[in-house]
């Protein structure tokens, strides 16, 4: 059966919520600090937010920009704009004012959805210039706002094939690109986590959501999932170790997404245990989870924490250790169904058994390419190059070995080395940088800058973290700054990166 096939739920990923509506009416949907929103609340405000969207002159294939935290408005403009044949572009609410433009600019967004978290940003250029802005709170002149929507959609027929989401992920060079997921793409992802051996979500989960909805893992491998069974979710904006486990306790969470630095913060929580007294279930991805803190949840807790591999392009899972059920701390697990996995040396041949290789994933869940024109996706015979190398261990569990790109994935979010180093080149005592990821005990990942200064110029990692300020989101600053005499050169003058940990 193919996922538009699926029972009650049509080739539109908004259906998700309309039948989710049907079935339970008036079980709890969306916790949202002291709202809480029924299934047929969600599903009357979806119809009203596609409606006003429609009223603003969108028209099926337009692009809305999305740049709100985890709160219910979200998720109801997300599905809103889906309803009625909209494309989403969910927006990092940590990006820059440049980076917001171009976003803007580069999707050629018809309007965007904000709060005042993200209102200076967004309103920094004319209003003339960019997309109609709606507001999540006072408009400003000449904006609407997000409770003036009325009304129900003009009907529109979603065919499988069309145009979802469009997700800014990063390559290793340029800036970033949106990966084109369709509705066929983001409906085969949520299908092929039912049927595991430990269900992802089941309809009584209380799922905690404080990964951000703006990243795939949130937005599909988390809220699609509790729409599809018309579970409830926990909306939570920031992360606090102690405030997070408090929400656990209070609203009786049984369902935890997390990511690594997420754990790594928890383990050292004195009262974890009572506070996963009630949960169900844990589960982590986007980077690796140190073995060490692993163990120590495991032991302070009694439960394990399935880990998983996915990326955008996947809308996005690829493998998981729910598959078979067991938790095995290094591995990613087994692929999903329906989702392909070969191991390819450097010329595009399997590698031999035990032998490390690139991931090449294939499955109805993979995007279409990169906006606009759909380039770099996946091949003729539908397999797509992921960058990252593993092995597959004896009992046939993948193992990430190491990123054959240079991409760095701090707290799971990929940040390219080319953007961060002409924001630091940008600088005028900055001769020249090259930067790199190195291993992070938190996020995984972390920044490490290795700058060259001009002649009898002095700067230190405190004014140059100044200086990014206004050009990079946070999470792409260098965490780790060293200052050095010279950088390794290849013949042709390039920046050799593999001999940069040989600088002193």
């Not at 993979?366 to 004896?394: E, K």
Request: with cysteine; proline share 8%.
């Amino acid at each position: 059966m193919s996922v538009w096939e699926t029972p009650n739920v049509g080739a539109n990923l908004a259906d998700l919520v309309r039948a989710a509506a049907g079935q339970r009416p008036d079980h709890a949907a969306v916790l949202d600090g002291e709202r809480t929103l029924t299934w047929a609340q969600v599903d009357a405000q979806v119809d009203t937010v596609g409606a006003g969207l429609q009223g603003l002159g969108l028209a099926p294939g337009d692009r809305v920009a999305i740049v709100l935290g985890n709160c219910a408005e979200f998720v109801t403009t997300y599905f809103g704009a889906l309803r009625v044949g909209l494309v989403a572009v969910p927006v990092n609410t940590g990006s820059t004012e440049p980076e917001i433009a171009h976003l803007l600019a580069d999707s050629g967004a018809r309007a965007v959805v904000f709060d005042r978290t993200a209102a200076t940003a967004v309103r920094a250029r004319p209003a003339a210039d960019g997309p109609v802005r709606v507001v999540v709170g006072a408009p400003a002149p000449g904006e609407t706002a997000y409770g003036s929507f009325t009304g129900q959609p003009r009907p529109h027929d979603t065919g499988a094939e069309d145009l979802a989401v469009l997700l800014y992920t990063s390559g290793t060079s340029g800036r970033s690109r949106a990966a084109m997921l369709t509705h066929r793409a983001m409906l085969a992802s949520v299908e092929q986590v039912h049927g595991l051996a430990v269900p992802a979500v089941v309809p009584d989960d209380v799922v905690l959501l404080v990964l951000p909805m703006f990243h795939i893992y949130a937005l599909n491998g988390t809220l699609a999932q509790v729409a599809r069974v018309a579970a409830t979710v926990v909306l939570v904006d920031r992360f606090d170790p102690a405030e997070t486990l408090r929400v656990v306790r209070e609203r009786g969470i049984t369902n935890i997404p997390g990511a690594p630095p997420m754990y790594v913060a928890w383990s050292g929580q004195p009262d974890l245990r009572q506070a996963f007294r009630g949960v169900r279930l844990l589960v982590t991805g986007a980077a690796p989870v140190p073995a060490a803190v692993l163990d120590q949840i495991a032991t302070t807790t009694g439960m394990p924490v399935y880990e998983g591999y996915g990326l955008t392009e996947a809308a996005p899972g690829v493998s998981s250790t729910l598959v078979r059920g067991q938790a095995k701390p290094g591995s990613v697990g087994t692929p999903l169904p329906g989702v392909e996995v070969r191991l390819v040396d450097e010329d595009g041949e399997g590698v031999e058994e035990g032998d490390p290789g690139e991931i090449w994933v294939r499955g109805p869940n993979l995007f279409s390419g990169y906006w606009p024109d759909g380039s770099d996706g996946p091949d003729a015979d539908g397999w797509f190059a992921t960058g990252d190398v593993a092995y597959l261990d004896d009992d046939g569990d993948l193992v990430l070995v190491d990123r054959r790109k240079e991409l760095i994935i701090v707290s799971g979010f990929n940040v390219y080395p080319r953007e961060v180093e002409d924001a630091i080149a940008s600088h005028p005592d900055v001769a020249e940088v090259a930067v790199m990821g190195v291993s992070h005990p938190y996020s995984g990942e972390a920044v490490k800058a290795y700058i060259v200064l001009r002649p009898g110029a002095e700067l230190t990692a405190e004014e140059l973290h100044e200086h990014v300020a206004t050009r990079l989101a946070r999470f792409k600053w260098p965490t780790i700054v060293q200052f050095v005499e010279r950088l390794p050169h290849s013949p042709v003058g390039k920046v050799s990166k593999h001999r940069l940990r040989e600088v002193p």
